[in-house]
């Protein structure tokens, strides 16, 4: 599979967050209760005859927002981390007792074993399907896959509001995205300090071609200025072009994240954080003499890269905290 795909490269990938398919529930043939649902899609529309019980979650993240609506999928997918059956600490009480199958994306999409689940709905928006596969799982059953070019990784928003629709439980889903948005407002008025700061989301390693990975402005950073911050905007001569990221050689870091009031390192350990610390760069930076660096831990790190639902309260609650401390 692309690295670019992999978890190192999701917090970075952008998009135009939003409801504008929530708003196009009723154009699109949904009814409240349960009846025939239509989607519109990249590989054209997909009719759904009745609300669905037999799901697949066949990409990375769409678990999360099945579960958050009450359904329990019978198969999820691996992403990273090893969890209990693809499902992370935010979501497991959600699962309850049961035990999906557990799928990989490690050599593409399983359409056969998909085909063995017999389910009555695959979710594949954030699975990287082309059309030849799209075709493949509609023969087994009503497939979602994603709704434009990009084949992972849509706005979370967007992806949840589909999942909703699919599910006819759309009014429900609105409710809990905007309960999302009233998490981060609630932590924004919670710590006016954090208002016109400079903050940088960084990936957790300098491994990557040498580099330390940010964040560009995007859907992936909207947590931080609802709450109040500003992305620093040093990143920018070192975006690339069709890349959501920027790319900042390890030595010539020091001007570039300087520019920021505070650093999140999405760290997944201890080792993790230790190793970034070690290195000499790093170590100089403005952010590491003042105590202004905040490193994630692996939950944390995990709920903002699964950005649903689920996984934004936690960081609407165990962010912040750390943020103040780091401008205190």
């Known amino acids: 599979m692309n690295t670019q795909y992999t978890r190192r490269g999701f917090f970075a990938l952008t998009g135009a967050a939003g409801l504008l398919v929530a708003a196009a529930c009723s154009a699109e043939g949904q009814s409240a209760e349960g009846g025939e649902v239509t989607i519109a899609h990249a590989f054209g529309e997909t009719t759904i005859p009745a609300k669905p019980s037999r799901v697949v979650s066949a990409g990375f993240t769409e678990q999360d927002s099945l ?13 990273w981390g090893q969890e209990p059956y693809a499902v992370w600490p935010w979501a497991q009480a959600a699962l309850g007792g049961a035990q999906p199958t557990v799928l990989s994306l490690a050599d593409g999409i399983d359409v056969d074993q998909i085909a063995s689940l017999t389910p009555d709905l695959i979710v594949a928006i954030n699975a990287g399907c082309d059309e030849e596969t799209y075709q493949r799982l509609s023969a087994i059953a009503p497939t979602v896959p994603q ?33 999302v948005d009233d998490r981060f407002a609630a932590a924004a008025a919670a710590n006016p300090d954090f208002q016109a700061k400079k903050v940088l989301l960084l990936q957790g390693s300098t491994y990557w071609e040498n580099s330390v ?9 909207d947590f931080l200025t ?9 990143i920018g001569p070192f975006g690339r072009e069709h890349d959501h990221r920027a790319f900042i050689p390890i030595a010539e870091i020091g001007p570039v994240l300087d520019d920021a009031d505070v650093l999140i390192w999405t760290t997944e350990s201890d080792e993790d954080q230790a190793k970034l610390l070690a290195d000499p760069n790093v170590a100089a930076l403005r952010a ?28 609407a609650d165990r962010l912040p905290p750390l943020l103040a401390a780091a401008l205190a």
């Open 147 to 179: 709704s434009g070019p990009a084949p992972f990784f849509e706005p979370w928003k967007d992806q949840a509001a589909t999942i909703g629709r699919a599910l006819s439980a759309g009014e429900q889903m609105t409710s809990l995205i905007a309960g």
């Open 67 to 79: 579960l958050a609506l009450g359904l329990v999928p019978i198969a999820t997918t691996e992403w």
């Open 213 to 221: 990975i940010a964040t560009r402005p995007g859907w992936r950073t």
């Open 226 to 234: 609802q709450l109040g911050f500003t992305i620093s905007d040093a």
């Open 288 to 315: 590491t003499r003042e105590n202004r660096n905040v490193f994630t831990g692996k939950e944390l790190s995990g709920a903002i890269a699964f950005s649903s639902v689920l996984s934004y309260p936690v960081v």
